[in-house]
C-alpha cells in the first residue's frame, strides 16, 4: 500500500517537470484529482486510490521503471562517464526521472541487450554471483572455430588472470576466416566473452547480447531505442 505523497512530490518523480513548474502548473489548472481541478501543490494524495489528471492526461504511478535498450556501439553502460556518451543519454527525461541504471554492463563496442531499471532488489538478484542468469551473445571471431573450442568451452576455459570459466554453450553458426556463433554464459566476468576467444586463440571481432535469462533482444529495435518492459519480461530476467 502506497503511503501518502504530495502531489507535486508525485508528478515530479514522473517527470512532469520541477516542484517549482508543478507549482506554476497547478496554479494554471492544468492539475486534476479525482476529477478536479487542484491548485494546491502540496495536496497529500494516495497513489493507490485517487486519480491524478495533468493537462489532460492520466497518469500512471509507478514505483519502478523496465526499460529494454538495443545499445549501439560507442556507449558507456555506465551513469556518469568524463569523456563518452552513455547509455542514459539515449533515454527520454520522463524516464529518467525515475533514475534508472544499467543492469550490468555491456563494453563500450558492444551492441544489443541491456536492461534499465530503478529496482535495485531485481539488479542484485540478476547479478548475484549465485544467480547465473545466463546470458546469449552472437559473435564475429577472426579465426575459425572448431569443434574443439566448443568441447573446452563446456569444460571452462582459463582466463588470462588464472579463473576458469563455468561451463559455458558455444554454437557454431558459420565456420570460416571470419566465424559466426552464439555463445551463452551463466556468469559476468569482465570482457568475458572476449577473454573466452583470447585463451583459445582467437580474437572477437563484433559482440551483441541477444538475451538476458530468458528475455530476448526486441529486433524491432533499431540501434539506440528503447522500450518499456512488460510485467511478464520482467520475470523473464531472472528465469533460467
Known sequence: MAKKQRLDKVLSNLGYGSRAEIKRDCKN???KVNGKIENNPGLQVDTDKDIINFDGETIEYKEFIYLMLNK??????ATFDKHDPIVLDLIDKKSLAFEPFPVGRLDKDTEGLLVLTNDGQLSHRVLSPKSHVPKTYFAEIDGVVTEDDIKAFKEGVILDDGYKTMPAELI??????VSKIELTIHE????????MFESVD???MYLKRLSMGKLNLDESLELGEYRELTEEEVKLIEER
Open 29 to 31: 489548472g492544468l492539475v
Open 202 to 204: 582467437k580474437k572477437v
Open 72 to 77: 549501439p556501439d560507442g556507449y558507456i553502460s
Open 188 to 195: 559476468g566476468k569482465f570482457h568475458q566473452v572476449k577473454r
Open 172 to 177: 557454431i553458426l558459420e565456420s570460416g576466416d
